[in-house]
């Protein structure tokens, strides 16, 4: 079964620094990888996906991620961060089960920004 | 269109209580998913409808909880005999036959006092 790691619960960052969030999975075969991004009291939004291909993957909002196989990791960066990029960060694995994505969620990461 | 939604937004229910959630996926989508997700935790897979087949509800923690989609559109999650443990935020989401990515609605926060 796959699994998802996210090793930072809580990341603050100064506005307009840059923002690594960290994730790193567990699947047996190419995975499929995905960064939601989650406001409080909305439900998840799709920042970007890694299918195959291009290994930088680029997403709404200015974000970007990197699939690392080598590493098993799949971060999420910004250059700029802006107080509105405050939220919950979730990162996850699919895997074709039957014909279907079964998603798997890490715990997130929580962003606060601060002036 | 119109993105997922899901009804009610909030839900205060006492312990024993029975429950129903409701969620409208985007129209066409055939692939239509439950999750839980617990303060301070990502969501959690409950089950999987393609169409109005449930394949798979291999994540549903008891016999308590119950979910259909009928006509293959509206689902509608049923929890019977409410516990605190069901406390959680669901979300409904759906995807198209083609495509990968799933789309989330803003979910129900459920409080079982």
């Known amino acids: 079964a796959q699994s998802v790691t996210q090793p930072d619960i809580h990341i603050t960052v100064s506005e307009g620094a840059s923002l690594e969030l960290r994730c790193n999975y567990s699947?047996?075969?190419?995975?499929?990888l995905f960064w939601y991004v989650q406001s409080p009291g909305q439900g998840l939004q799709l920042l970007l996906k890694y299918f195959s291909g291009d290994t930088l993957v680029q997403g709404i909002k200015g974000f970007e991620a990197e699939f690392k196989r080598s590493q098993s990791s799949f971060n999420l960066r910004k250059p700029s961060v802006h107080w509105s990029d405050a939220a919950e960060y979730f990162c996850a694995v699919g895997a074709q089960s039957g014909g279907y994505q079964k998603v798997t969620f890490g715990i997130g990461t929580k962003l606060q920004v601060i002036p | 269109g119109a993105g997922v939604s899901q009804s009610p937004r909030y839900k205060v229910a006492k312990r024993g209580q029975d429950v129903a959630l409701r969620c409208d996926p985007i129209s066409g989508h055939v692939s239509l998913f439950w999750y839980q997700q617990a303060l301070g935790q990502g969501p959690e897979f409950l089950t999987y409808?393609?169409?109005?087949?449930?394949?798979?509800k291999s994540g549903l923690p008891s016999d308590r909880f119950f979910a259909e989609r009928p006509e293959g559109s509206v689902s509608t999650l049923k929890i019977q005999r409410t516990q605190q443990e069901d406390s959680a935020v669901y979300l409904c989401?759906?995807?198209?036959?083609?495509?990968?990515?799933?789309?989330f609605g803003p979910g129900t926060r459920l409080t079982v006092t």
């Open positions: 699947y047996g075969a190419t995975p499929y």
């Open positions: 989401a759906s995807s198209g036959l083609a495509r990968y990515e799933q789309y």
């Open positions: 409808f393609q169409n109005e087949a449930q394949l798979d």
